[in-house]
């Protein structure tokens, strides 16, 4: 009797072995089950009536379908293969335009003389404001050096106040 509550409970919670289902099948079909083992008795007696069930119509296995990663590395590699060909006669079909063209104050100009003048103006305008720009900081610099002397005068000054540190010391 307590092997049985054993059994049940392991067989409840998936633990059983085969030799030990064969047991419980085997004690309820038999007919001398206890009153608290009753309640199991329908759930074994089912299955034993499926498996004296036989199938109506024929078994097929049924195989899903599954992309094999092999399978999905060559289609990506067709795909990518397929659009550089596609890229590549684009662009032999469509040769990129030579034509040497600037805009100036919206006016296309075809003069390759006349476009390189008229940059060098631009730059040397932009030149001439930044040299402008700059020229405080060359009053900065000037000061900063004039200050370098004052500098050597604070070095001597710390270099005396040690001295005299260690002159008082002693």
């Given at each position: 009797?307590?092997?049985?509550?054993?059994?049940?409970?392991?067989?409840?919670?998936?633990?059983?072995?085969?030799?030990?289902?064969?047991?419980?099948?085997?004690?309820?079909?038999?007919?001398?089950?206890?009153?608290?083992?009753?309640?199991?008795?329908?759930?074994?007696?089912?299955?034993?009536?499926?498996?004296?069930?036989?199938?109506?119509?024929?078994?097929?296995?049924?195989?899903?379908?599954?992309?094999?990663?092999?399978?999905?590395?060559?289609?990506?590699?067709?795909?990518?293969?397929?659009?550089?060909?596609?890229?590549?006669?684009?662009?032999?079909?469509?040769?990129?335009?030579?034509?040497?063209?600037?805009?100036?104050?919206?006016?296309?100009?075809?003069?390759?003389?006349?476009?390189?003048?008229?940059?060098?103006?631009?730059?040397?305008?932009?030149?001439?404001?930044?040299?402008?720009?700059?020229?405080?900081?060359?009053?900065?610099?000037?000061?900063?050096?004039?200050?370098?002397?004052?500098?050597?005068?604070?070095?001597?000054?710390s270099k005396i106040n040690e001295i005299q540190n260690k002159l008082k010391i002693k």
């Amino acid at each position: 009797m307590e092997m049985m509550n054993e059994l049940l409970e392991k067989y409840f919670r998936g633990e059983t072995s085969l030799t030990e289902e064969k047991k419980l099948k085997k004690y309820f079909s038999e007919g001398n089950v206890t009153s608290e083992h009753e309640i199991y008795r329908a759930l074994f007696e089912e299955f034993k009536q499926e498996l004296n069930e036989t199938a109506k119509a024929p078994l097929t296995k049924v195989i899903p379908v599954q992309r094999k990663i092999k399978r999905i590395w060559i289609q990506t590699f067709a795909y990518t293969a397929i659009a550089a060909t596609l890229l590549l006669l684009v662009w032999i079909q469509f040769p990129q335009t030579t034509d040497n063209f600037a805009r100036i104050d919206g006016k296309r100009i075809d003069n390759p003389e006349f476009v390189q003048r008229y940059t060098e103006k631009k730059l040397n305008k932009v030149n001439n404001v930044l040299a402008r720009s700059m020229e405080p900081m060359k009053s900065f610099n000037k000061v900063r050096q004039d200050m370098e002397p004052l500098q050597n005068v604070r070095d001597v000054r710390s270099k005396i106040n040690e001295i005299q540190n260690k002159l008082k010391i002693k």
